[in-house]
C-alpha cells in the first residue's frame, strides 16, 4: 500500500515529469511532500521520504543554491524534488547537473498544474493508502487474534501469520532450539545468519530464501526469536513490523493465559487433596472426585509428605519458612506435572503434601533429588497404600509419623522413609496413636488370614516358645510340616521369624488384635483359644516344655 514515485508519475491530471533519475527511481517511497521556501534547505529529521515542492527563487536562479538544495536533500533522505517550470522559468541546468551528480530524483511540474494540487494529490493519495494498510492489518489482526482461543493456540498463531504474508514462520528458543515452525525452510541456516548480539530487526537473505528476523520478550522476561523467511521476494515491510508486534503482544496473552490455567488447577488440586486428608467426618468422597485428575478407580494410592528439617523444628524465620515451602512447593507441583502418574500436590502450613496413585514411591525419590540440586535438601514420609478414597487420610497420618522418622535419621541429607518398613513396635514405641497400631497390625497379619493352617501353625509356634516338636505334637502334625509352615509365613510376611525383631512384631500385632476384637464384642474369652482366628489372642510366652528346634 505504499505510494511511490511510479504512482506519482501515472497519475496525468499533475502533468509531472521525471528529467533525473530514470527507472531506478521509480520504486522510491514517498511518505508525504512539502513545500520547501525560496533559501531554507532540506532537514533529516522532516525530510526523508518526502518529495519536496520548490517554485525555484523569486529572482534569477542562483546555480550555486540550486547545488546546496540538491546536496541537502539527498543527505535528508528526500524522495525527490520537484520544480515547477515555465517559458519564462526553465529548469535550471545547474541543478538538473547537481541531481544527476548526487543520483536524487529531479521531477518538473508544468504549468497546467499548480504545487499545491500536486502537494494535496500526494497527501490524498497517501491517506488513502494509509486507510486500506489499516483495515487489512485490522483483518489481518482480528484473524490473528482468533488464534489465542485454539486447542493449540500458539500453533495456530504462526500458522496464520505465515499465511497471511505467505512466510514461513520459525520461532526459535535464544539458543537456536526451534520451538516452532510453520513449513519448509533451511531453519538450522538461517539460525546461524542471525546477528545474536542486534536485537533490531535484520533482514537478510539465505539462497533464495529473503528472511526478516526479530528478537521478541515474553511475560516472564524470556526472549526469543521469530522469523518470517520467503522465497522470491521478501515480505512488505508496512505488514510485517504491526504484525509482528501483535504476535509478540499474543504469544504474552497465551503464555498468561496458560500460567492462570496452570495456578487456577493447581489451586483446584490442592484444595481437593486437604479436603480429603482433612478427615472431616461430615465430607465424603468416592472415585468420581478424583477421575478428573486421572486417577483410576481402586488404584493403590499413596500419600507422601515432604519437609525441611528446620520446618519440622519450628527455628525458622516465619517469613523464610513460608517464601522456602512456596518455591519448594512451586518445584514439586511442575516435576509432578510432567509425571505419568496421577497426583496431586499441596503446600500446607508446614509440609509438601503428594497423593500419587503408582505401585512405587520412584516419583517422590526424584523430587529429593531435584529439590535437592536446587539447594532445597528436604526428606519424605510415605504413607502406606490404600484402594479406598475415605483411607487416604490415614496415609496421610502414616506419611507424617514416616516424615518424623526420616527427618530424625537424615542427619541433614535428604531422607525417604515408608510406613510400610516400620515394626508394630516402631509405631508403638514413637506413639500412641491406636489407629495407626491397628492399620499396622492388619497390614502385617493379613496376608495370613487367608491361609488358616499357616497362620494356625505360626500362633502354636509361637506358643510353644519357638519349638518345632512341641508345635508339631499340639497340632497332630509332622515336624517337617510345621517346618515348611514356617518357612511360607516367613514367605508371606517377607521376614524372618529366626529373628527377633519379627517376633515381636507379630506378637505385637495379635495382642493389638485380640484387643480390638474384644473391645468391640465386650464378650469373655474362651478357655479354649481358636488360633485361626486373628481376632482372638493367643497365650503366648506362658512356661512349657521345650525341645530342640
Not at 230 to 248: F, H, M, Q, W
Not at 303 to 325: F, T
Not at 417 to 429: S, Y
Not at 463 to 489: C, F, K, W
Request: proline content about 4%.
Amino acid at each position: 500500500m505504499t505510494l511511490n514515485l511510479r504512482d506519482v508519475l501515472r497519475q496525468p491530471d499533475l502533468d509531472l515529469q521525471l528529467v533525473v533519475g530514470g527507472e531506478a527511481v521509480l520504486e522510491t517511497e514517498v511518505v508525504g511532500s512539502a513545500f520547501l521556501p525560496f533559501g531554507e534547505q532540506p532537514r533529516s529529521d522532516r525530510h526523508h521520504g518526502v518529495l519536496l515542492l520548490t517554485s525555484g527563487g523569486p529572482v534569477a536562479s542562483d546555480d550555486a543554491a540550486d547545488t546546496r538544495l540538491i546536496a541537502a536533500a539527498r543527505v535528508a533522505g528526500a524522495a525527490g524534488i520537484v520544480r515547477s517550470v515555465s517559458d519564462s522559468d526553465p529548469l535550471p541546468p545547474a541543478m538538473r547537473a547537481a541531481a544527476e551528480e548526487h543520483r536524487l530524483a529531479l521531477l518538473t511540474a508544468g504549468s497546467s498544474a499548480s504545487l499545491r494540487e500536486i502537494k494535496d494529490a500526494i497527501t490524498e493519495r497517501n491517506t488513502r493508502a494509509d486507510l486500506q494498510l489499516y483495515q487489512r492489518l485490522l483483518t489481518l489482526q482480528s484473524s490473528l487474534i482468533g488464534a489465542v482461543s485454539a486447542p493449540d493456540p500458539t500453533g495456530s498463531l504462526l500458522r496464520r501469520l505465515g499465511a497471511v504474508v505467505h512466510s514461513t514462520v520459525i520461532l526459535y528458543h535464544p539458543d537456536g532450539r526451534v520451538i516452532s515452525v510453520t513449513g519448509e525452510g533451511p531453519t538450522e541456516v538461517i539460525w546461524r545468519n542471525i546477528n545474536k548480539g542486534n536485537h533490531s530487526r535484520q533482514r537478510f537473505s539465505v539462497g533464495q530464501w529473503h528472511v526478516v528476523a526479530s528478537m521478541i520478550s515474553g511475560p516472564d522476561e524470556s526472549l526469543r526469536w521469530i522469523v518470517l523467511a520467503k522465497r522470491g521476494s521478501a515480505p512488505s515491510n508496512d505488514v510485517v513490523s504491526p504484525l509482528i508486534a501483535t504476535v509478540e503482544q499474543l504469544l504474552d496473552v497465551i503464555a498468561l493465559s496458560r500460567r492462570a490455567a496452570a495456578n487456577e488447577e493447581a489451586l483446584q488440586r490442592a484444595d481437593v487433596l486437604t479436603r480429603l486428608i482433612s478427615g472431616n467426618e461430615q465430607e465424603r468422597f468416592g472415585w468420581d472426585y478424583l477421575r478428573p485428575f486421572g486417577f483410576v478407580p481402586h488404584g493403590p494410592c499413596f500419600v507422601a509428605s515432604i519437609a525441611q528439617p528446620q520446618w519440622c523444628e519450628k527455628r525458622l524465620d516465619p517469613e523464610l519458612h513460608g517464601r522456602q515451602l512456596r518455591e519448594s512447593a512451586q518445584i514439586v507441583r511442575g516435576l509432578m506435572a510432567n509425571a505419568s502418574v496421577p497426583n496431586l500436590v499441596a503446600g500446607t502450613e508446614d509440609l509438601i503434601v503428594l497423593l500419587v496413585q503408582a505401585s512405587d514411591a520412584g516419583s517422590v525419590e526424584e523430587c529429593l533429588g531435584v529439590l535437592e540440586a536446587r539447594g532445597f535438601v528436604a526428606s519424605a514420609g510415605v504413607g502406606r497404600k490404600v484402594a479406598s478414597v475415605d483411607q487416604i487420610v490415614n496415609s496421610y497420618r502414616d506419611a507424617r509419623l514416616a516424615l518424623a522418622r526420616a527427618v530424625a535419621r537424615s542427619g541433614g541429607g535428604a531422607s525417604v522413609q515408608r510406613f510400610e518398613d516400620f515394626t508394630v513396635a516402631d509405631i508403638a514405641i514413637s506413639t500412641g496413636n491406636e489407629d495407626q497400631l491397628r492399620r499396622r497390625a492388619r497390614d502385617l497379619i493379613a496376608v495370613l488370614e487367608e491361609n488358616a493352617p499357616i497362620l494356625e501353625t505360626l500362633l502354636a509356634y509361637l506358643g510353644n516358645s519357638l519349638s518345632i516338636n512341641d508345635t508339631a505334637n499340639e497340632l497332630h502334625i509332622h515336624p517337617n510340616s510345621v517346618r515348611y509352615r514356617i518357612s511360607r509365613a516367613e514367605e508371606l510376611i517377607g521376614r524372618s521369624l529366626r529373628e527377633l525383631t519379627t517376633i515381636v512384631d507379630i506378637y505385637l500385632a495379635v495382642q493389638v488384635l485380640a484387643r480390638m476384637r474384644a473391645s468391640s464384642e465386650v464378650a469373655v474369652r474362651s478357655a479354649t483359644l481358636n488360633r485361626a482366628d486373628l481376632s482372638v489372642a493367643v497365650a503366648i510366652g506362658q512356661p512349657r516344655s521345650r525341645s530342640s528346634v
